[in-house]
């Protein structure tokens, strides 16, 4: 790798499994620390290990559980990143819950958690980073929504309502703080092959599935370019799913 994000510090969500392991994997591989947030504290010792090795470098990798649902311990979570690092340059909001359920048999519980976790942990993070974020002369962040963030699917009415939040956060958050520097970007993948999708879309055959490599291949691009080129919002389709300009 380039060493493109050497000394820029990084916290990830979600990063015990799936999307944000593979992000927090090739942000470490350029040359960034990583905070790794998540509730399995075993999963996310696991990848803390795997990115330190793989950089040789002891300060590569910080893990701190995090319930993502407590702003208490999101408050905890960035003033660990703080107290380490000293800085902060990136963040990337990853972490996601889904239900699959018809309206009319969503539980209540159900509706808040997935908007606990799916915009209000976001919009959390984001308030916390943004002053930090400006402190380190401007920085980037990045929120992983989907394409039920853009579209809807029948049975996901509170995944697809959260996403719809998320992005609405995003759109003006990316405004607000242009003038500071700070990029804003929403990535929204289709189909990839994490635990929440097979669980919630069962009907999808692996081998059609993107990987979170290659979605982590995409957030490291909106992260590390820095040029006069800016995509503010990524859709990612399966190359077998019909393309999204019908």
Not at 71 to 86: H, N, P, Q, S, Y
Request: a positive charge; aromatic letters at 4%; proline letters at 3%.
């Amino acid at each position: 790798m380039s060493g493109r994000l050497e000394k820029k510090m990084a916290i990830v969500t979600g990063a015990s499994r799936g999307i944000g392991r593979a992000v927090a994997n090739s942000l470490a591989a350029e040359g960034a620390s990583v905070v790794l947030a998540a509730r399995d504290r075993g999963r996310l010792e696991t990848v803390a290990r795997e990115i330190v090795d793989a950089s040789g470098r002891t300060d590569s990798a910080l893990s701190v559980p995090t319930d993502l649902t407590s702003e208490a311990e999101i408050d905890r979570l960035v003033k660990r990143a703080r107290e380490r690092f000293g800085r902060l340059d990136i963040l990337v909001n990853n972490a996601g819950v889904a239900v699959k359920a018809p309206l009319e048999n969503t539980k209540t519980e159900d509706w808040d958690r997935l908007m606990a976790v799916n915009a209000r942990a976001p919009f959390l993070l984001c308030r916390a980073a943004v002053p930090l974020l400006r402190e380190s002369g401007g920085g980037v962040i990045v929120n992983i929504a989907s394409v039920v963030g853009v579209k809807g699917y029948v049975q996901q009415a509170a995944y697809t309502a959260s996403k719809h939040a998320l992005m609405g956060m995003t759109k003006v958050l990316a405004q607000e703080v242009k003038a500071d520097g700070i990029r804003v970007h929403a990535v929204c993948p289709g189909g990839v092959a994490t635990d929440m999708v097979k669980r919630t879309r069962p009907d999808l055959d692996d081998s059609v599935l993107m990987s979170p490599d290659e979605i982590a291949e995409i957030v490291l691009f909106l992260i590390a370019g820095r040029g006069n080129a800016v995509i503010d919002e990524i859709h990612v389709r399966r190359s077998a799913s019909e393309p999204w300009f019908s």
